[in-house]
């Protein structure tokens, strides 16, 4: 059964649209603040999540591309303003659909499962080429965008996420600062080399033991940085 989050402060509308959404099959749980809400879908897996934009805590905006940045899931962002969807297109947040207040309870339950089955067939039609790189109880899933270490699943950011991935699939080759950020950032990008090293130590503490003895990504001291196979 697919599980929706409805973020929403106004309770009449989220009652409402959790009544339909449920009466057409779907698991739907509540939160009422932008905040909170950005902490359970830290903690849960949803299929998919409806987001107000005027919310306390947090406002939509916000919330919508915090978990863009964690997580591939539809997003439909619910607003009473005209104007609101424009920012929404400009601010490039990466919600999958908009839709605007009132709506039908009906057009809300179709646009659900429209983004609910694309995104499933999205992931079905990855399922089949699946890729996993394991290196000494380190597992990355490619397809999934998930790392796990010993058995225990680490959250990674998507920088954090391709960097960790690119030393991976290139062992034991040493890389420059300047050769990591090129190939994992955009050039568009703000930004310095700087944020390599960043990157470098936030993936460390997820994945080492001992940070200050790493097993996995070594410093090779005035170069770069080189994945031990
Ligand atoms: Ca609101």
Not at 26 to 44: A, H, P, S, Y
Not at 78 to 92: C, E
Request: glycine content about 6%; overall charge negative.
């Amino acid at each position: 059964m697919s599980k929706i989050l409805i973020v929403e402060d106004e309770e009449s509308i989220a009652e409402l649209e959790k009544d339909y959404l449920e009466l057409s099959g779907f698991e739907v749980e509540i939160e009422n603040r932008g905040d909170t809400g950005l902490e359970r879908v830290m903690k849960e897996d949803f299929d998919l999540y409806i987001l107000d934009l005027m919310l306390p805590g947090m406002d939509g905006f916000e919330l919508c591309k915090k978990i863009r940045q964690e997580k591939n899931t539809p997003i439909l962002m619910v607003s009473a303003k005209k104007d609101d969807i424009d920012k929404i297109h400009g601010l490039g947040l990466g919600a999958d659909d908009y839709i605007t207040k009132p709506f039908s309870p009906s057009e809300l339950v179709a646009r659900v499962k429209a983004h609910l089955s694309r995104y499933e067939r999205l992931i079905g039609s990855n399922a089949q080429q699946n890729e996993v790189i394991e290196i000494r109880g380190l597992k990355i899933d490619k397809t999934a965008r998930r790392v796990f270490i010993h058995g225990e699943e680490k959250k990674f950011t998507t920088k954090e996420f391709d960097l960790l991935t690119f030393l991976a699939q290139n062992p034991n080759r040493v890389f420059t600062k300047e050769e990591l950020f090129s190939n994992i950032w955009d050039m568009e990008s703000i930004g310095d080399i700087a944020t390599v090293t960043v990157h470098i130590k936030k993936i460390r503490e997820k994945i080492e033991t001992d940070t200050s003895k790493p097993q996995y990504i070594e410093t090779i001291w005035g170069v770069g940085y080189r994945f031990k196979m």
